[in-house]
């Protein structure tokens, strides 16, 4: 089997992390990481060109393959919500821009998949990376949930693969 490259991406309007892993079929190899700042004192439309540009070099420098983003949790304040809903559409569209597919995971499943439990600790999360990943030292919590988003995606990906065909056959429409 091949090596594919894998960008998980984090999204979020302060700092979007992203984390870079190979994976052919059997093991994980920790490539990059890290995170894309925006200012605070910027407007919106600003910050969120700093974030497109910044996922965009990531993509530029590592050649990823696939992609992968963490699908958004609805909080109680529906500004922050809709805010981290445009960050994050952001993260969909400059994959899909440079041609790679893009995943989603529910936040829940991304734990689970790396933790064995949904309801993971970020230290639970950063425990288990050491493990997967022995040479990734994330300096942030969204650099090591990225990465933990790329690795979700490496052990869904043959799942997601089969549901895309089915879906492009007009199976289960």
Known sequence: MHI??????????????WGIVDWD??????????????????PLPERLHTLFQGIEAVIAEWRPAEAAVE??????????????????????????????????YAPN??????????????????????VLLPRAKPESADAADALAIAITHAHHRRAAEIRARALAQGWGA
């Open 25 to 42: 079929g059997n093991r994980l190899a920790y490539v990059a990481c890290g995170a894309i700042l925006s200012d605070a004192a910027c």
């Open 4 to 17: 594919i490259r894998i960008l998980g991406v984090d999204p979020g309007l302060r700092r979007t992390g």
């Open 109 to 130: 499943l991304v734990k689970k998949t790396v933790t064995g439990t949904g309801h993971a600790e970020k230290g639970q999360i950063r425990a288990m990376l050491a």
């Open 71 to 104: 699908q958004t949790f609805v909080n109680r304040d529906g500004h922050a919500t809709l805010k981290l809903g445009q960050a994050r559409g952001v993260a969909l569209l400059a994959p899909a821009r440079a041609g790679l597919r893009v995943a989603e």
